[in-house]
């Protein structure tokens, strides 16, 4: 398991990322990985010393100016990874990759950066979409 899903805990290899630490000490640098989409988690798992580095794959993907909302204090506009994985499954398949949630990843020369824009009406579930298609 490569790019673990939405049915996963966030952070779901930290353990092995803790357990490399002990084993290796100070001769290897460790790298975490694995469904880290937050800041705030990337920066525990530092703090906590479970590694040295933390790689956030589809967190970028979802939001390319994660950290640099999280260095303007702008961490609660951050587009969050969902782990839906239709990204790594159009990868398999030899599809360009792309973004549920951020459509213009892969797309950036033909559609620009951060192109995304919040609904200005949003529907408040599936079901009241359903109700009221259209
Ligand atoms: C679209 C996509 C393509 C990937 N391609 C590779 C690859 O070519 N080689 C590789 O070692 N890992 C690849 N990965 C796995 C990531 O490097 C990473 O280990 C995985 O996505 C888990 O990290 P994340 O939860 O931060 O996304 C890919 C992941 C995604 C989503
Ligand atoms: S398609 Fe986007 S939201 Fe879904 S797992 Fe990939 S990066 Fe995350």
Redesign the pocket.
Known sequence: M???AMAYPEGIFVPFARRARAIVGSRAKIFA????IDIQMAEQIIADGDADMV?????Q?ADPFLVRKAKEGREQDTVRCIGANF??SR?RYGLE?TCLVNPAAGRERKWGHGTRKDATNPRASWSSAVARPG
Do not use: H, N, Q
Request: aromatic share 0%.
């Open positions: 490569t790019a673990p990985v694995g469904r880290i790689a956030m794959t589809r967190a993907l990204c790594a990868s990759v």
